[in-house]
């Protein structure tokens, strides 16, 4: 019996932490990449360059690992299905996986359990669009139902002369999802893991702030939000997971309103951008709870290890060589943590990451934004 192989499709920098997660386990990473120097694959040594759409080399790179996960979601369902077929252990499974490729798929299952997601309709034409727009109220918020990441894929159309934008190169198959608008006051990320033998834990609900589509700061736990408020948002992750037979991370995106309650914005099953605070910021990491799932080996305890946790995203600036920003930050910070992902600095790209710890909340922030903003730029 040698060490289990866990094979990733997808080698971004989701794929980078959890190998960095597997090592202390023995647990080997092969990867299915698709470039020579994408992020994980600088780093993992059973590395397999190919197209994740092409059933051919997906088989092949599936067959020979024990279990196959995920460094994002646009793996083909069906192919999926195939390796199923074919006895590969596919985790998450792709009838959990298709309610975080598809959202028409994820709003329509959610609504079926009476959970709070807003208003919505599958639109066919723009025409329908204003349509819906009219009986909801403007603005409203139109997606593709697969494909998009990162606020790429998502409108707010605030009136019958943006409705045509949403249609424009829509791909086979994709369909527009309509919503309600949310006039949400912030975002809310509920993480919960799940392994096959059903042990579930979840993490302390974080607060994440989004620019132009990305994540750029969460902070651990969300400030603010009451016990009883924390707990709900932790146990609709965890019966999401349960419904969904979820395997490994599932990311519960919320919005939270001027009352304090949460609509579901989207699910994510796999190592989520809001959960990097707890390779830090927590007693066992959102990457190793994962692999740990996906193995269905003993969960780690999801607690944070200070009152509060910042994660401030470095994204691509003024600065090039990010190493060369690293001497200041370090030694500015001796108690900052810095992830880089070994991507090209282009403009807006996330880099890297900056974790804080600590007591007093405004410092914490203070440091993460600080460390963050100097990688970026310098000064
Ligand atoms: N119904 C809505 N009402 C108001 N704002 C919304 C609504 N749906 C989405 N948004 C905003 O748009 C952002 C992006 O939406 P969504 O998460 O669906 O897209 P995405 O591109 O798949 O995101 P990700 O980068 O998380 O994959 C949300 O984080 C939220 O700020
Ligand atoms: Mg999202």
Redesign the pocket.
């Known amino acids: 019996m040698g060490a289990p192989v866990v094979g990733i499709i997808g080698g971004g920098q989701l794929a980078r932490m959890m190998h960095a997660a597997g090592i202390g386990l023995g647990i080997k990473v092969a990867l299915l990449a698709e470039g020579p120097d994408v992020s994980a694959a600088q780093v993992v040594h059973d590395v397999t360059v190919g197209d994740y759409t092409d059933p051919a080399t997906v088989i092949a790179f599936a067959e020979r690992c024990d279990v196959v996960t995920f460094d994002h979601e646009h793996v083909p369902t069906d192919l999926l299905h195939a390796l199923q077929e074919r006895g590969v252990l596919v985790r998450p499974g792709p009838e959990a996986l298709v309610h975080a490729q598809d959202?028409v798929v994820m709003r329509r299952r959610l609504a079926s359990y009476g959970l709070p997601v807003?208003t919505f309709a599958v639109v066919a034409s723009p025409e329908e669009l204003v349509a819906f727009a009219d009986g909801t109220g403007w603005p409203?918020?139109a997606?593709t139902s697969r494909g998009?990441?990162?606020?790429?894929?998502?409108w707010?159309v605030d009136d019958p002369t943006g409705a045509g934008e949403p249609f424009r190169n829509l791909a086979p198959g994709v369909e527009v999802l309509a919503?309600?608008?949310?006039?949400?006051v912030r975002?809310l990320s509920a993480l919960a893991v799940r392994s096959p033998s059903g042990q579930a834990v979840a993490y302390p609900v974080s607060e994440s702030v989004?620019q132009d589509?990305?994540?750029v700061e969460t902070t651990t736990p969300a400030p603010g939000l009451t016990m009883e408020q924390a707990t709900a948002c932790q146990r609709l992750a965890l019966e999401i997971a349960q419904d969904l037979d979820v395997v490994g991370v599932l990311a519960v995106?919320l919005?939270q309103r001027a009352d304090s309650s949460v609509?579901v914005?989207?699910l994510?099953m796999r190592p989520h951008?809001t959960g990097h605070w707890s390779i830090d910021g927590a007693l066992t990491s959102q990457f190793e709870n994962h692999l740990r799932a996906v193995l269905d080996l003993p969960l780690g305890d999801p607690r944070a290890r200070a009152p509060w946790t910042v994660m401030h995203n470095v994204l691509g600036g003024d600065r090039t060589d990010l190493v060369d920003g690293l001497r200041h930050v370090l030694a500015r910070d001796p108690g900052l943590k810095v992830q880089l992902y070994g991507k090209g600095v282009v403009a807006g790209r996330k880099v890297g990451h900056v974790t804080a710890v600590g007591d007093d909340l405004d410092e914490v922030l203070r440091r993460a934004r600080h460390g963050a903003a100097e990688l970026r730029s310098g000064s």
């Open positions: 959202k807003p409203v918020i997606k998009g990441y990162d606020g790429k894929g998502v707010k919503e309600e608008y949310v006039p949400f975002e989004q589509g990305i994540c995106e919005m609509v914005n989207e994510a951008n």
